[in-house]
């Protein structure tokens, strides 16, 4: 029988050696971590209800709410160090330590269910294939990392035959979401959902509104995971639109980091109160420790991305649905790679010649507020339309009533005016578009000059608006009876002898064009 090692033994060993005190620290953590795990191992502590793998930091703030809740979680990571340093730094919870993925397997109740927490791609697989021949029919595997919707099909229909359950459950929140309630968005089989459906609902949000948990079961196969794609492609269009606010308020109104964060704190007062638009305000407020400058001014102007956004632009491109706003936001982040190309540019390139704005201050911010709301509608508009198209192509039956409502607390996207998306979809379950809405018709006719006004502004003092820009002509675009298509189509006729459809009659024509 192998021996626990007790706190006491170490701390004498320690009084007569020359161990420094971080190795002190080591030694005794570890052996209060072994200490765990011979107690699970001699049937002394009770086995987990979950199984954790990978303790970064969504995955360990994901433990911790899990425990809060009420449940016991074995806990396992590839670098043994960091499970031994979380489960120490985590005394008198219910964690059970584990070293190996077959030692987190033999801790759990059956079913079993093991969520995985890592790397989207290879990571997971990897994770799968350890996994399997470890599990038996009826165990359940979930995926809450950030996994391609269309990997997760495929994982989905490996596993099936195995009858293993396999769920690609979306988590939204970031650090603080993970601990304190997420949005999930969970997809695969429906009898998995039921298995886990419990302990979804209480680590995850609740709405402000109605306490209602924020998660449901969105549909088969990789249904959680496209709908979490799609809500991490309309937080890059929510943010280019709110660095674009940002930009004229600073450009044209030479407005101070300080000022924009009251501008920004007001805001949050009223119809854009969201996340997004509440850490704006706190970021611009934050003062650089070494250059006493604020924060926000001495960040270089680069923004990086994992990935989902393009993957949104990508997968919309494949259905044909237009996403005007997202593409832009995807655009913008990798325009400001380019920032030495921008700046050599910036030296030969001319831009508009004017002079200061002369205008009342007052009433251009009100007009950009008002523009960047009509901008968000707008880019929510595209994304709820392209979920639309998504569930029809790959049969998902998305309500997207719910899944507005459980985007209202937890997720990154999280905003007042998802109340209304989910209100207008429970009006009518079949709206093709949130424009065609009553109540959003009337929100963006009454924007609409101020809309137009600030993108007039903006190109004319020579400010990128590229996400206002697209917001817009999305608008316009879905609103014209008629568009130049027809040209182009003609020029297809003409060059590829592709045909093209009348206006007057059913069919398809080519004409003889002269050459």
Not at 153 to 176: A, D
Not at 218 to 225: D, F, I, S
Not at 355 to 377: C, H, M, N, P, W
Request: aromatic content about 8%; proline content about 4%.
């Amino acid at each position: 029988m192998c021996r626990v090692i007790s706190a006491g033994y170490i701390l004498r060993y320690i009084l007569f050696s020359g161990i420094l005190e971080c190795e002190w620290l080591s030694i005794l953590k570890r052996s209060q971590v072994e200490h765990l795990r011979q107690k699970v191992r001699y049937g002394e502590m009770t086995k987990a209800q979950i199984g954790l793998i990978g303790l970064a930091v969504m995955g360990q703030n994901l433990v911790l709410n899990m425990e809060r809740n009420g449940y016991t979680v074995a806990v396992y990571n590839r670098t043994t160090s960091k499970m031994q340093e979380f489960v120490a730094e985590n005394p008198g919870k219910k964690l059970v330590p584990t070293e190996t993925v077959e030692e987190l397997v033999a801790t759990l109740e059956r079913p079993r269910r093991v969520m995985i927490m890592v790397k989207a791609g290879g990571a997971v697989d990897a994770v799968i294939d350890e996994l399997v021949p470890l599990l038996e029919p009826g165990d359940i595997i979930m995926d809450g990392g950030n996994s391609l919707f269309s990997d997760t099909e495929r994982r989905y229909k490996e596993l099936t035959p195995k009858e293993i359950v396999y769920l690609g459950v979306g988590v939204s929140g970031g650090e603080e979401g993970a601990l304190w309630g997420p949005s999930i968005m969970p997809g695969g089989p429906k009898a998995g959902w039921d298995a886990v459906a419990d302990m979804l609902r209480a680590i995850s949000a609740k709405a402000p509104e109605d306490g209602e948990p924020c998660v449901t079961y969105l549909g088969t196969g990789g249904a959680g995971h496209y709908v979490k794609m799609v809500h991490n492609g309309i937080e890059y269009g929510d943010m280019q639109l709110i660095a674009e606010a940002y930009h004229i308020l600073r450009d044209v109104l030479s407005l101070s980091a300080a000022e924009l964060a009251e501008v920004f704190t007001e805001w949050n007062k009223g119809e854009l109160d969201s996340y997004l638009i509440e850490i704006t305000s706190k970021v611009l407020a934050v003062v650089d420790d070494e250059t006493g400058k604020p924060l926000v001014d001495v960040i270089l102007d680069t923004a990086a991305q994992k990935g989902t956004g393009k993957w949104t632009s990508q997968n919309a491109l494949d259905l044909g649905a237009p996403i005007p706003t997202i593409n832009s936001a995807v655009t913008a982040r990798i325009i400001s790679s380019l920032k030495a190309e921008r700046v050599e540019a910036s030296k030969s390139l001319p831009g508009p010649e004017g002079g200061d704005y002369t205008g009342d201050r007052q009433e251009l911010i009100d007009a950009v507020r008002d523009a960047l709301y009509a901008s968000k509608i707008s880019a929510y508009a595209q994304g709820m339309a392209l979920l639309r198209m998504a569930s029809q192509e790959y049969g998902y039956e998305y309500n997207l009533g719910e899944v507005a409502a459980i985007w209202r607390a937890g997720c990154i996207i999280r905003a007042r005016f998802l109340n209304d998306i989910t209100a207008a979809f429970n009006r009518n379950a079949h709206l093709t578009n949130l424009f065609l809405d009553d109540e959003f018709r009337k929100a963006v006719s009454q924007r609409l000059p101020a809309w137009r006004s600030v993108l007039q502004l903006a190109i004319g003092k020579g400010i990128p608006v590229a996400a206002f820009s697209a917001s817009l002509a999305y608008y316009d675009s879905y609103r014209s009876a008629r568009l130049p298509a027809n040209l182009t189509q003609a020029q297809r006729d003409y060059f590829g002898a592709h045909t093209y459809e009348r206006v007057d009659k059913p069919g398809s024509f080519h004409y003889p064009w002269e050459f």
